[in-house]
């Protein structure tokens, strides 16, 4: 069973930053897609960041030069660190996983072909 549990997020001033960290396991595959979204209040899923098993990376138009993801194989742990935060991006932020997949800026789009979620951490950014 794939598990995933998302940590680091609080509340931060603009301008700030924060690193974000998901513990994955039970991925069973080789060929895998992980990612961030995250949801607004009032607003759908966006995703944000992915990366797949060759090191492949996607971003979103609104996060790109300011975040970055990275994949930490020896202990399984996602992260997503965050910089030049903005009051935009305050949103419960997902972890996300999909085998068989590649990070692509279209799979971004498409949060349905992720079969795995985690629980969320909150981010919030004051202006």
């Known amino acids: 069973q794939v598990q995933l549990v998302e940590s680091g997020g609080e509340s931060v001033q603009s301008g700030g930053s924060l690193r974000l960290s998901c513990a994955a396991s039970g991925l069973t595959s080789s060929a895998y897609c992980l990612g961030w979204f995250r949801q607004a209040p009032g607003k759908g899923r966006e995703g944000v960041a992915l990366?797949?098993?060759?090191?492949?990376?996607a971003y979103g138009d609104s996060v790109k030069g300011r975040f970055t993801i990275s994949l930490d194989n020896a202990n399984n742990t996602l992260s997503l660190q965050m910089d030049s935060l903005k009051p935009d991006d305050t949103a419960m932020y997902y972890c996300?996983?999909?085998?068989?997949?590649?990070?692509?800026?279209?799979?971004?789009?498409?949060?349905?072909?992720?079969?795995?979620w985690g629980q969320g951490t909150q981010v919030t950014v004051s202006s």
């Open positions: 996300a996983a999909a085998q068989f997949y590649k990070a692509t800026y279209g799979l971004l789009l498409a949060p349905h072909r992720f079969d795995y």
């Open positions: 990366i797949d098993s060759d090191g492949s990376t």
